[in-house]
Nanobody, 122 residues
Framework: QVQLVESGGGLVQAGGSLRLSCAAS????????MGWFRQAPGKEREFVAV????????YSADSVKDRFTVSRDNAKNTVFLEMNSLKPEDTAVYYC???????????????WGQGTPVTVSS
């Protein structure tokens, strides 16, 4: 079965950087977009960023677009989220997702990872 496994989360000070990784396995992802979502305690899960299979097109939420960069390594079926200038408000569990581009944009990906927590301290 398809599995998405996130890694790279942890504790970082405000202003610091962190890179998250998501490894996909168990399926063919050549036509899939890969995205990132996050959910803070007491809040709804929100969209962060998405990237096409080719990597030619990306889209990020306004809250992170100037600080976060999404990329992918297709040979390893892995997507990354480079987070810079982190703020305490970025604290959340970050989830990897995969699916058709339009479904990811609609917040309806076909597959979810288990999440990796990110904590940004002041």
């Amino acid at each position: 079965q398809v599995q998405l496994v996130e890694s790279g989360g942890g504790l970082v000070q405000a202003g610091g950087s962190l890179r998250l990784s998501c490894a996909a396995s168990g399926g063919t992802f050549s036509s899939y977009a890969m995205g990132w979502f996050r959910q803070a305690p007491g809040k709804e899960r929100e969209f962060v960023a998405v990237i096409t299979w080719s990597g030619a097109r990306t889209y990020s939420a306004d809250s992170v677009k100037d600080r976060f960069t999404v990329s992918r390594d297709n040979a390893k079926n892995t997507v990354f989220l480079e987070m810079n200038s982190l703020k305490p408000e970025d604290t959340a569990v970050y989830y990897c997702a995969a699916g058709e581009w339009r479904k990811v944009l609609q917040r309806l990906p076909d597959y979810w990872g288990q999440g990796t927590p990110v904590t940004v301290s002041s």
